[in-house]
């Protein structure tokens, strides 16, 4: 999508990082069935455990406070203020459950799966991942569209140089 905001635009490359990893927890997800007893040595599953901890811990957090904040109130002015509370509550979900999905990322990362480990990763993985995608696909078929526009120059120029920096 191309949009002429640099806050959109910056958003939306967001929405595509999170997908890629979403992805790739849905893939792991699919091809193991168990894995057990020792800390994860295979390559794409230590990448996706340190990218489902940044995710949680760094980019989440700030992504929607720049929404909950900055955009939805825009939204609410312009007359769509029931898709950024929607969208708002699905935030919180989406935090608690990645925060529980790291949690077990990180304790995978030192200790290893276990049997009952596994299967609790791969529970709230596969639930993490699809409202994940669900929530993304909303905002990028329906926030950003309602957004193109809403912003003016001097908001889109403030908000993206405290989301990117200067340009």
């Known amino acids: 999508m191309a ?13 595509l990082e999170t997908l890629k990893i979403m992805a790739g927890l849905q893939g792991v997800l699919r091809r193991r069935r ?16 340190g990218d489902l901890i940044g995710w949680a811990e ?8 720049l929404e909950d904040d900055e955009l939805f109130p825009r939204l609410a002015e312009a007359g769509e203020g029931d898709l950024g509370n929607l969208l708002k509550t699905e935030h919180g979900h989406i935090v608690a459950l990645a925060q529980r999905v790291a949690g077990l990322a990180r304790e995978a990362r030192a200790d290893g799966f276990t049997s009952e480990r596994w299967a609790e990763f791969a ?3 596969s639930d993490l991942a ?23 120059d001097d908001d ?8 990117c920096g200067p340009q």
């Open 130 to 152: 699809d409202q994940v995608i669900d929530h993304v696909t909303k905002e990028e078929d329906g926030l950003l569209p309602a957004l193109d526009g809403l912003l003016s």
């Open 34 to 49: 168990v894995i057990e007893g020792q800390a994860p040595s295979d390559g794409e599953i230590a990448r996706l455990l």
């Open 58 to 65: 760094d980019e989440i957090g700030p992504h929607f406070s």
């Open 156 to 163: 889109d120029a403030r908000i993206a140089r405290a989301k």
């Open 3 to 15: 949009f002429s905001s640099r806050t959109l635009q910056a958003l939306h490359a967001e929405h």
């Open 123 to 125: 529970r709230l993985g």
